[in-house]
Nanobody, 123 residues
Framework: QVQLAESGGGLAQAGASLRLSCAAS????????MAWFRQAPGKEREFVAA????????YYADSVKGRFTISRDNAKNTVYLQMNSLKPEDTAVYSC????????????????WGQGTLVTVSS
């Protein structure tokens, strides 16, 4: 199983930008599709974005489409989430996840998870 470690969370004002990073270790990064999920206080975890093994394909939740961009650098074993035009409703713990094989949006399909990084957006 690959190990994942997120970084880059913090406090931001509405309209600002943040970039999250997720570094992978202990596995062959290029066999994994990667995704970001988030969980707000008192809510269920929800899908944010996913990227295919090569980075050719991406998929976004409607709530972040046009504002967030997922990307990966396979040479650095890292996946990123660029978050622009942040809104207070984006406040959540953001976790990256790895899935052996094809891109998908359901969390139950992902076998490796990071600890998460908190993003707080103030109005």
């Amino acid at each position: 199983q690959v190990q994942l470690a997120e970084s880059g969370g913090g406090l931001a004002q509405a309209g600002a930008s943040l970039r999250l990073s997720c570094a992978a270790s202990g596995g062959t990064f290029t066999i994994y599709s990667m995704a970001w999920f988030r969980q707000a206080p008192g809510k269920e975890r929800e899908f944010v974005a996913a990227i295919s093994r090569s980075g050719e394909y991406t998929y976004y939740a409607d709530s972040v489409k046009g504002r967030f961009t997922i990307s990966r650098d396979n040479a650095k074993n890292t996946v990123y989430l660029q978050m622009n035009s942040l809104k207070p409703e984006d406040t959540a713990v953001y976790s990256c996840a790895a899935k052996d094989g094809s891109i998908y949006y359901r969390d139950v399909m992902y076998g490796s998870w990071g600890q998460g990084t908190l993003v707080t957006v103030s109005s």
